[in-house]
């Protein structure tokens, strides 16, 4: 009941409540408050409130599994049980990343709007606590591993290494969509690899796949920094955003362009049906076009809606067109 009381009371006092839900600490009332409520934190920490995070990680391990199994002809009941063990690595990976991300965030979470209460700010959880349930969660990712080819592991790396630098990466440079949108659409990589194919990295098609979803992460990602561009500028956090904040709706349509085409590249490398160009290149086009269009930038709340809302059609086109692309070959 404690933590229930401290969310009701950081709400009201400091009148963010809401914003401090678009992933900044707290969440809104579902689920997560028949938790125990020691456990709340934890909930809050791996960003399970709304699960977003957790699909967002998920799709492209989906996306590539589905490439691999119409490359390697498996069976539906293969293809199912290969999704479902991803979907679980993926589960425990979302958790590992984001309190990781937590923990070297910490000093600047304390200092924006909508993220002064997530747990490690708020005091709610110690780092050195975060620090164990990373760890742990890490762990558990690992052991979904062990039921996938040897290749797998392999081509985990490059995510975990991508992982682990990416909360010093708006530090660094202005371009830290660039790098977690490689580090979520190596998945392709990771999930092609489950599916049986020897040496993923080098299939021309699953990399062109790999470089469609950069684009899209990096539309996602922007329209999500811009929740904090005021504040970002003022304690020196760098993004695209801030970068082209004179011409934010450019570069969107700019990505939008580019992912398109990469996707029709990728289906001509694949040998795609009509069906995939209308499903997945006109279903991504109409989504994120519409995301661009409407989505109002200086406008908090409606960022988070597009962003936590707004991908979820943008995902359904690519997967229905790779599944009737693999249900078809």
């Known amino acids: 009941m404690s933590e229930r009381r401290e969310h009701e009371n950081t709400s009201t006092a400091n009148g963010k409540g809401p914003l401090s839900q678009q992933y900044g600490g707290l969440h809104a009332r579902g689920w997560v408050d028949l938790l125990p409520s020691s456990w709340i ?19 492209p391990h989906l996306f590539g599994t589905l490439h691999g199994a119409r490359s390697r002809d498996l069976s539906i009941p293969e293809c199912l049980g290969l999704c479902s063990i991803l979907m679980g690595g993926s589960f425990f990976f979302s958790n590992a990343a984001h309190a990781w991300n937590d923990i070297v965030d910490a000093p600047i979470d304390k200092q924006i709007a909508r993220t002064r209460n997530r747990p490690i700010a708020r ?19 690992a052991l979904f591993l062990l039921l996938l080819p040897p290749t797998t592991v392999i081509a985990t790396i490059p995510t975990i290494i ?5 909360p010093w990466a708006k530090l660094h440079t202005h371009f830290p969509q660039v790098v977690l949108g490689f580090c979520l659409s190596w998945g392709v990589i990771v999930g092609n690899s489950s599916a049986g194919a020897q040496k993923p990295w080098a299939d021309p098609a699953a990399l062109c796949l790999v470089l469609a979803l950069t684009f899209w992460t990096m539309i996602y990602d922007t329209i999500y920094a811009y929740q904090d561009i005021s504040d970002d500028k003022r304690v020196g956090v760098k993004s695209i955003a801030i970068l082209f904040q004179n011409h934010p ?26 069906a995939f160009y209308l499903v ?17 930038l200086k406008n908090q709340a409606n960022c988070w809606w597009w962003f936590s809302c707004g991908f979820w059609f943008t995902a359904a086109s690519i997967a229905t067109g790779l599944l009737l692309e693999y249900i078809l070959a």
């Open 41 to 59: 934190p934890y909930v809050q920490l791996a960003r399970l409130s709304p699960p977003v995070a957790l699909f967002l990680i998920y799709f």
């Open 123 to 141: 005091g709610a959880i110690t780092p050195e606590a975060a620090f164990i349930f990373t760890a742990a969660q890490a762990f558990g990712a």
């Open 162 to 166: 991508g992982t682990i630098y990416y």
């Open 249 to 274: 709706k450019s570069l969107l349509w700019a990505l939008l362009l580019l992912m398109g085409t990469t996707l029709i590249s990728y289906g001509r490398l694949i040998g795609a049906s009509v």
């Open 280 to 296: 997945t290149v006109g279903g991504i086009s109409i989504s994120l076009g519409t995301m661009i269009m409407k989505v109002e």
